[in-house]
């Protein structure tokens, strides 16, 4: 697991409840809003999850859980990524 906090403003519930959605973002003059969205992705594509903790006035916390490889998992991703 990872996690990565802040110290900011926090989420109210409805922004944290969409804050995984693709394209949702607050910012009004820029931001695609793939961020999080992208992360989650990742994880539940290869067999985690994430998840946000966020008291308004107090910040954020996004973590990240993946499961543990095995050799062969190891293995197999070496071999996707120097795949031609």
């Known amino acids: 697991m990872i996690s990565v906090a802040d110290t900011g403003c926090g989420m109210p519930e409805d922004v944290r409840a969409r804050a995984f959605d693709r394209y949702f973002t607050t910012k009004v ?7 999080l969205f992208a992360v989650k992705d990742f994880a539940r594509r290869n067999g985690g999850d994430t998840w946000i903790r966020s008291i308004p006035g107090e910040g954020s916390t996004v973590t990240v859980a993946l499961p543990c490889g095995t050799k062969e998992w190891r293995r197999g ?8």
């Open 29 to 35: 003059a820029s931001g695609s809003g793939i961020g």
């Open 77 to 84: 991703s070496a071999a996707r990524r120097n795949a031609p």
